[in-house]
Nanobody, 123 residues
């Protein structure tokens, strides 16, 4: 059983910063790409940033230069440092990870989601 547990959300004023964390646990063989997505009320879930196992990153245009994704492979954890936050960044942020597990000597790769953490940017 694999779980992704997020933390770090909250209420922050415009221009402020937050750091999200997401830790994967369970019977993990390896973790490939990890990422963050967000969903604002009435909108579809959208990609925020991803990072591969080798450290290559990808960002949505709306967060480039403000957000930084990183990972600690030893801790199976991905981070999202969010600076210069704007009201339009308000959303539920979800962690996603592509994780390989071993089941009866067979390697199975699946996508996993965290439960989501609320980020609210408001004065």
């Amino acid at each position: 059983q694999v779980q992704l547990v997020e933390s770090g959300g909250g209420l922050v004023q415009p221009g402020g910063s937050l750091r999200l964390s997401c830790a994967a646990s369970g019977s993990i063989s390896s973790i490939n790409t990890m990422g963050w997505y967000r969903q604002a009320p009435g909108k579809q879930r959208e990609l925020v940033a991803t990072i591969t196992g080798g450290g290559s990153t990808n960002y949505a245009d709306s967060v480039k230069g403000r957000f930084t994704i990183s990972r600690d492979n030893a801790k199976n954890t991905v981070y999202l440092q969010m600076n210069t936050l704007k009201p339009e960044d308000t959303a539920v942020y979800y962690c996603n990870a592509n994780i390989a597990t071993m089941e009866r000597r067979v390697k199975i790769t699946s996508n996993y989601w965290g439960q989501g953490t609320q980020v609210t940017v408001s004065s």
